[in-house]
């Protein structure tokens, strides 16, 4: 396996989910003005419902944000849709997933995070949910994009199993798909070292025969890991009222300093794209916040860069351009 070479820069993103919780949050220009004053190498776009109301709207402001927008998440709900055993509210997914595919076109992303299966139904109904994403694929791959498949909470299985499962199914990176690790799911079903440390690497078949390839020839002996979601997890995700709690990294259980040498030292580059909370705040001071923690992610990568192994002589290190 190619080993990156330790100091080359590894990207630290930020999720505007993250921003959500500050005031008018939802709105694409309130939230692109949030983002001037986040200092991150990468944005993702979480896709609210409200863009579909004007997505040229939502497409001129994160354009002009003045950050690169790596990632587009699809809506959280749609894997509701895509395992729903009616027509019409899976064509209404996929309506709504080739929107946020759209606008990842218009700003530059070249990755789609995707919460495959979701509750109620979660992961008992896979089959549904296979079959309505797989002819939303040959689109993905004629974008030249890539959906990322995230590592969600499930109910029968483990995140890790069913995005292999999917991955096996759908034929990897070939077919368009590769992996968003997220950690502190990956911490509910106490597979954060599974998940990290090389377990869909065989599953990265490249057919280059296909006209698609602006990810995979980058990642061919590598992990699928396209993109990682970073919150920390004390085995508490739920307050006593049943809201979702979330913890900055650092303070929980998670072990951040060996998950980034694990990661980096498999060659990955990032993003690592914070996720932080969703409690709303009366103003945008709280900005800082989110900066001090970006500082805090970075220390740990650099660390990581330090130790990562260098390149064997004469190997060609992969590059992997978003």
């Not at 309130?30 to 986040?38: E, T």
């Not at 606008?103 to 070249?110: D, E, K, N, S, W």
């Not at 939303?136 to 498949?149: I, K």
Request: aromatic share 8%; with cysteine.
């Amino acid at each position: 396996m190619n080993r990156r070479a330790s100091g080359q820069g590894t990207l630290v993103g930020v999720s505007t989910g993250s921003l959500a919780r500050y005031p008018n949050g939802g709105d694409p220009v309130v939230l692109a003005g949030y983002l001037s004053d986040i200092e991150a190498d990468a944005v993702e776009v979480l896709f609210y419902r409200g863009f579909h109301d004007d997505l040229e709207r939502t497409a001129r402001a994160f354009r002009s944000c003045g950050r690169p927008i790596r990632v587009v998440h699809a809506e959280k709900n749609l894997g509701t849709a895509f395992g729903s055993p009616d027509p019409a509210q899976v064509a209404d997914g996929q309506r709504r997933f080739l929107e946020a595919l759209w606008l990842a076109q218009q700003v530059g992303a070249q990755l789609v995070t995707l919460h495959l299966w979701d509750r109620p139904e979660s992961d008992r109904n896979l089959a549904r949910n296979f079959d309505a994403l797989e002819p939303l694929l040959p689109r993905v791959r004629d974008a030249g994009m890539t959906v990322g498949l995230e590592t969600i909470p499930c109910t029968v299985y483990n995140p890790v199993d069913n995005v292999r499962s999917a991955l096996a199914h759908f034929g990897g990176l070939a077919a368009g798909c590769a992996v968003t690790l997220d950690l502190e799911f990956l911490g509910w079903h106490d597979c954060v070292e599974r998940g990290v440390n090389g377990a869909f690497a065989d599953l990265a078949g490249n057919d280059t025969s296909l006209p698609y390839n602006p990810l995979a020839a980058a990642r061919e002996e590598q992990s699928m890991v396209l993109d990682v979601h970073v919150r920390d997890y004390d085995g508490q995700p739920f307050t006593a009222e049943g809201r979702r709690r979330y913890l900055d990294p650092g303070q929980g259980q998670l072990d951040f300093p060996a998950i980034f040498g694990a990661l980096v030292a498999d060659g990955f580059r990032g993003p690592f794209m914070y996720e932080g909370s969703h409690t709303p705040v009366s103003g945008a001071g709280g900005v800082s916040a989110i900066n001090a923690v970006l500082a805090n992610m970075r220390c740990w990568l650099a660390d990581a860069d330090r130790a990562a192994p260098p390149a064997a002589p004469g190997a060609t290190l992969p590059t992997v351009t978003f």
